[in-house]
């Protein structure tokens, strides 16, 4: 790149995440609009061939078609990677596809890839089926066990890949461990930040190399959008990632870079609202009766309170599961049953696998986002048929205790 770059919006150099959260992007256009422009452009004019040819051969820096930057989609990119504490960020039409930009940029055939077991059952998918098919192996390991980390190193490892907190067991990995096992081993280490997302947790700060989004959850916030991103030095985003981008067009559109950049205005104080909502609501659960078992980083209950608490900034997040009674008495068929009557008796939570949004969802993860395993890959990943996840949103925490607590007290006997 030349020096003819896109400019800075004009801050103090020393302002707070808050502050880049609200106005980290591009600097107004020509008109001054205080809230953010949605750029709905496909191409950008060019002031004459010659200048075109230039910005084409990236000696100047400048807006020219929508698969490969939009000043909207460059102003979310610019506020995700502040909140990051990351040089640079590029945005992906989704979590999935930033995953996917993520291994066609740093991956080839004959490399070997380190991913937790517990990671988002897509990108199991992704890592373990489609990936191999262009002969990059991935072994899966334990989440909590850095000693399997460490031993599935090989010469030929190019990248490990984790996810903390898990869906939907909350299980949390030591990311400082992670990264010095990566750096030893000469690899990347990326992190998926959606559960805690940057209000909660930095991966960079803890020594990853990447960050991984689905925008979709948190950053938007209120369930509107698909959308996803990578963060990470700005050298490496524009050797590896930007070439497959032009290439492959996994990209965001404006429309939804505008509305997930709004989404990163309220983050903060969205998740500090719904995170606290979820540690009285977990509290709550776990003194009731009915739950056999409750999963929640924030409580002392949980296997890995202590690192959670180190590495989430004091918070348990915003997700919490709980297994219903039943399984003893009656096994796994009742077991299903009483999650079943606990997540349809409720009123006021959605029924709707999707997370991170200021609605309450409620979900039965063995038979929607763990549906497609066998049920003995579920027993081994401990998601068992009793098993009901909440995603904690701006709902009244007594109507949620409400609403749960009208199933849990009329389960069969
Ligand atoms: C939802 C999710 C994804 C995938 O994101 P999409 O935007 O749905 O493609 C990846 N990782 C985690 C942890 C998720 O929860």
Same mark, same amino acid.
């Given at each position: 790149?030349?020096?003819?770059?896109?400019?800075?919006?004009?801050?103090?150099?020393?302002?707070?995440?808050?502050?880049?959260?609200?106005?980290?992007?591009?600097?107004?256009?020509?008109?001054?609009?205080?809230?953010?422009?949605?750029?709905?452009?496909?191409? @950008?004019?060019?002031?004459?061939?010659?200048?075109?040819? &230039?910005? /084409?051969?990236?000696?100047?820096?400048?807006?020219?078609?929508?698969?490969?930057?939009?000043?909207?989609?460059?102003?979310?990119?610019?506020?995700? &990677?502040?909140?990051?504490?990351?040089?640079?960020?590029? &945005?992906?039409?989704?979590?999935?596809?930033?995953?996917?930009?993520?291994?066609?940029?740093?991956?080839?055939?004959?490399?070997?890839?380190?991913?937790? *077991?517990?990671?988002?059952?897509?990108?199991?998918?992704?890592?373990?089926?489609?990936?191999?098919? @262009?002969?990059? =192996?991935?072994?899966?390991?334990?989440?909590?066990?850095?000693?399997?980390?460490?031993?599935?190193? #090989? !010469?030929?490892?190019?990248?490990? @890949?984790?996810?903390?907190?898990?869906?939907?067991?909350?299980?949390?990995?030591?990311?400082? &461990?992670?990264?010095?096992?990566?750096?030893?081993?000469?690899?990347?280490?990326?992190?998926?930040?959606?559960?805690?997302? !940057?209000?909660?947790?930095?991966?960079?700060?803890?020594?990853?190399?990447?960050?991984?989004?689905?925008?979709?959850?948190?950053?938007?916030?209120?369930?509107?959008?698909?959308?996803?991103?990578?963060?990470?030095?700005?050298?490496?985003?524009?050797?590896?990632?930007? !070439?497959?981008?032009?290439?492959?067009? $996994?990209?965001?559109?404006? @429309?939804?870079?505008?509305?997930?950049?709004?989404?990163?205005?309220?983050?903060?104080? %969205?998740?500090?609202?719904?995170?606290?909502?979820? $540690?009285?609501?977990?509290?709550?659960?776990?003194?009731?009766?009915?739950?056999?078992?409750?999963?929640?980083?924030?409580?002392?209950?949980? !296997?890995?309170?202590?690192?959670? $608490?180190?590495?989430?900034?004091?918070?348990?997040?915003?997700?919490?599961? /709980?297994?219903?009674?039943?399984?003893?008495?009656?096994?796994?068929?009742?077991?299903?049953?009483?999650?079943?009557?606990?997540?349809?008796?409720?009123? *006021?939570?959605?029924?709707?696998?999707?997370?991170?949004?200021? #609605?309450?969802?409620?979900?039965?993860?063995?038979?929607?986002?763990?549906?497609?395993?066998? =049920?003995?890959?579920?027993?081994?990943?401990?998601?068992?048929?009793?098993? *009901?996840? *909440?995603?904690?949103?701006?709902?009244?925490?007594?109507?949620?205790?409400?609403?749960?607590? %009208?199933?849990?007290?009329?389960?069969?006997?």
């Amino acid at each position: 790149m030349s020096d003819k770059k896109i400019p800075r919006v004009a801050l103090p150099d020393d302002v707070r995440l808050d502050t880049l959260a609200v106005r980290e992007g591009l600097p107004p256009s020509a008109w001054g609009e205080n809230s953010e422009a949605l750029f709905l452009t496909s191409s @950008f004019r060019q002031p004459d061939a010659a200048t075109a040819a &230039a910005r /084409f051969a990236n000696e100047e820096e400048a807006f020219i078609y929508s698969r490969f930057t939009n000043p909207t989609v460059t102003m979310f990119e610019r506020r995700l &990677a502040a909140l990051e504490g990351a040089e640079g960020c590029i &945005a992906t039409s989704s979590g999935m596809s930033a995953i996917l930009l993520l291994g066609m940029g740093l991956l080839k055939a004959g490399d070997h890839v380190i991913c937790s *077991v517990s990671v988002f059952g897509s990108t199991i998918m992704l890592f373990g089926r489609e990936f191999a098919k @262009f002969g990059i =192996e991935t072994s899966f390991v334990s989440q909590t066990d850095v000693g399997e980390w460490a031993r599935a190193v #090989k !010469p030929n490892t190019k990248l490990l @890949f984790a996810e903390s907190p898990t869906n939907p067991l909350t299980e949390v990995c030591d990311i400082a &461990a992670l990264a010095a096992i990566a750096r030893r081993a000469g690899a990347w280490l990326a992190v998926d930040n959606c559960f805690c997302s !940057p209000a909660l947790q930095r991966p960079i700060a803890l020594g990853a190399d990447l960050v991984i989004h689905s925008g979709t959850k948190y950053l938007d916030g209120q369930g509107r959008v698909i959308a996803g991103a990578i963060c990470g030095p700005e050298q490496l985003i524009n050797e590896k990632f930007v !070439p497959v981008m032009r290439s492959a067009g $996994m990209c965001l559109s404006p @429309f939804n870079a505008w509305v997930v950049l709004k989404g990163l205005e309220t983050l903060s104080i %969205r998740m500090e609202a719904q995170s606290a909502r979820a $540690m009285k609501l977990a509290a709550w659960l776990e003194a009731q009766p009915q739950v056999e078992r409750l999963y929640y980083p924030g409580l002392a209950s949980h !296997p890995q309170h202590e690192l959670a $608490m180190r590495q989430q900034g004091g918070s348990g997040g915003a997700v919490l599961s /709980f297994i219903v009674r039943g399984q003893q008495q009656g096994g796994a068929a009742l077991a299903r049953a009483n999650a079943f009557h606990v997540i349809d008796s409720t009123r *006021v939570c959605s029924i709707t696998a999707n997370l991170g949004d200021t #609605k309450t969802t409620i979900t039965h993860p063995a038979s929607t986002s763990h549906g497609r395993l066998t =049920e003995e890959q579920r027993q081994a990943a401990g998601i068992t048929q009793g098993m *009901v996840r *909440v995603a904690v949103g701006l709902d009244d925490v007594e109507d949620l205790k409400a609403d749960l607590r %009208r199933g849990l007290e009329s389960l069969a006997r």
